[in-house]
């Protein structure tokens, strides 16, 4: 199957943006690898930060929605966060270099670049902001400051794209579940048991 032209310059683009970063990388290059002309590809996108929007709503965008649907299915508020923090590993490996753009280069936004992502990753804070509340609600939570608990379980989540490489021997399936249960002993104090 063969992919549309826009398609192609999506997928060298986050191809050059993982490896170089925003900065690192010009419309020039994406042109180059593409076999394009530099026009071409400013016929598809007006410039290289509308290249970076169409990469953050091929991939990133929906996560927050996908984030709420994986706790949706059941009331066991455990299990709830359990299945939040493991949806998100998920889509960080399904959307891997994506997900290491909006993340780690994401200060070369414009303003417009910038409230978008901004927006964004705060519709996900809110997802593990309620669920924390709901944990909290319940005695489950070991601390009082939910905001900065969130901003650990995040942070863990998010390390997890910086290192996942480096796991020699640990399939990512193990290593989630570590992840799942560290941040679980966290927000709990004690590791609480597999459902």
């Known amino acids: 199957m063969r ?7 999506l997928e060298v683009a986050i191809e050059l943006f993982a490896a170089n970063g925003y900065a ?4 020039r290059d994406i042109a180059k690898l593409t076999g394009r002309s530099v026009s071409n590809v400013y016929h598809y996108f007006k410039d290289k930060e509308s290249l970076w929007l169409a990469i953050l709503e091929y991939s990133v965008q929906g ?3 996908r984030l709420r649907a994986a706790v949706a299915s059941t ?8 299945r939040l923090v493991r949806a998100h590993l ?13 993340f780690i280069d994401e200060e ?7 409230r978008i992502n901004k927006r964004i ?3 996900i804070f809110d997802v593990y902001m309620d669920e924390l509340e709901r944990l909290r609600s319940l005695g489950l939570v070991a601390t009082s400051n939910l905001r900065v608990l969130a901003f650990n379980v995040l942070g863990v989540v998010n390390w997890h794209l910086r290192w996942q490489d480096r796991i020699a021997g640990v399939s990512l399936e193990e290593a989630h579940e570590e992840i799942v249960d560290f941040v679980l002993h966290g927000l709990c104090g004690a590791r609480p048991p597999r459902a």
């Open 75 to 82: 009331e066991d508020p455990l299990e709830r966060f359990r």
């Open 121 to 123: 990753q705060k519709e």
């Open 90 to 102: 998920d889509e960080c490996v399904r959307h891997r270099r994506e997900s290491k753009i909006f």
């Open 3 to 9: 992919l549309a032209v826009p398609d192609v310059l």
């Open 108 to 114: 070369r936004l414009s303003p417009t670049g910038k």
């Open 24 to 27: 690192g990388t010009s419309i």
């Open 63 to 65: 996560l927050p929605e």
